[in-house]
């Protein structure tokens, strides 16, 4: 793979082979990719995260998880680990499990895709919002990389379907969900492919409080199906309680689960969210 990698072109490849998105983690891939952004700027970015670059400039994003990372991760330890981190966003989380783990892989969208929207939300014409969705996804992807080249930590990226993901993603002692569960059409079937390849344990970070059902019950086994108002509902598929995370995952082989909930104490005003890890027994 001397030639430049053209991203487009090999995404848009992969939608009819018999095993799609395979190959990624080939170290001539990684470092492929990595060169392809090894030169994005700020201008092309969308930060999920509030970054604190090294030396000290502060780039601000949706959500500010300093000095809460391992609260957020539910106190796990993952030292000596390999972590599949799914939906790793402006990257803030992975740089912490990074710097932690014996191995890190994060798993997001394709390049040129956007998360699937609550169909009766679409303010715009189906086209219209798959391109302007990709769009956002793909800048969002470019904050992760200019986060990993400014803090210089080691992990794999690989692209594609979640609830059909590439055969040879490899095995892992630990999965990370962190806040996508909400956005994805199917979660548990995302769960279900995680749980395929974990041995160890599964962790899911959530929203806590749904606009529409106010603070959560945490003794309801419930999912709330399209619980925010447009426009950002529009990929707010589900409400899920902790139980319902938690029944599901001892469904799928992890039944020893401790919750926890919380707040970011950087953004006292945030929603309350929850974190599940689930172990195999």
Known sequence: MDAPLDLDAWFASQQSPATPFSGQL??????????HFATVTEAQCVFYHTVELPGGRTISGEWDFREYEDTYLGGFAF????????????GWISAHIAARAQMLTVFDLPIGVGH????????????????????????QRNSWWLVRNAFGFQANAVYGDIFDPPADLGRYDVAMFGCILLHLMHPYRALQRA????????????????????EFDANRSSLLFSPSPPPNGVVHWWYLTPLAVSNMLTSLGF???????????????APLLYTVVARRA
Do not use: C, W
């Open 255 to 269: 039944p020893q689960i401790t919750v926890t909930t919380h707040r970011p104490p950087r953004m006292p005003n």
């Open 79 to 90: 030292t000596g680990k390999r972590v599949i981190e799914y939906g790793p966003a402006t």
């Open 116 to 139: 699937d929207p609550v169909p009766d939300l679409m303010s715009e014409p189906p086209e219209a919002f798959a391109r302007s969705a990709a769009t956002h996804t793909d800048r």
């Open 195 to 214: 749980a395929e390849i974990t041995d160890e344990a599964i962790i899911v970070a959530d929203l806590a409080l749904a606009p529409r059902v106010g």
């Open 26 to 35: 080939d170290p001539a891939f990684q470092a492929a990719l990595a060169a």
